[in-house]
């Protein structure tokens, strides 16, 4: 069995949003008021409250531009917020659809080919571990089953390095 863990957009990313910067296409995101449902941030994975005003963006979530770098629209909090951190545990965000898309990606931040499947919110976890298990995997992709919006990552718990102690030679 693969430990998995759930990862919330970085800080770095959302800091600069809040900090007035510009998304992945270069525009400044708008600001919007949530009417309370539908609106969950990326980065402390919570749906937005009904009143909160929230940034609306490109975002894409690869290190750089190329033939898979999948961007489209997500939202964030306009007031800075505590990055999800409950990373074993299912986010709450993920639990405002009856399913989502999860599809693997390789190191080279390309689709794994048949990795992609609409997956009930109870079996994301087990797809998740099935996929992280194999070799050529390198982090998974939930995605909006209706938008393919992006919600989180998912990536492998590595275990910690043994530390040479020279004991036994």
């Known amino acids: 069995m693969t430990a998995i863990r759930f990862a919330a957009m970085p800080t770095a990313d959302a800091r600069v949003l809040w900090n ?3 998304d992945a296409y270069d525009n400044l995101p708008e600001t919007m008021t949530s009417d309370g449902d539908g609106n969950p941030c990326r980065h ?20 750089e531009l190329q033939p898979y770098a999948e961007t489209g629209p997500i939202f964030l909090h306009k007031q800075p917020c505590r ?46 571990e ?14 909006s089953a209706r938008n393919n919006c992006f919600q989180c990552r998912i990536d492998k718990v590595k275990a910690p390095a043994l530390a040479e102690t020279g004991a036994l030679t």
């Open 20 to 22: 007035g910067g510009r």
């Open 44 to 63: 402390c994975l919570q749906n937005i409250e009904e009143g909160d005003e929230f940034l609306v963006f490109a975002y894409r979530p690869f290190p």
């Open 83 to 128: 990055r999800y951190s409950a990373e074993e545990i299912l986010p709450p965000v993920l639990t405002t659809s009856p399913d989502f898309i999860v599809r693997g990606y390789g190191e080279n931040d390309r689709i794994v080919y048949g990795t992609g499947a609409v997956t009930q919110i109870a079996s994301i976890p087990a797809y998740a």
């Open 130 to 143: 099935t996929l992280l298990a194999r070799s050529e995997i390198a982090y998974v992709h939930v995605r």
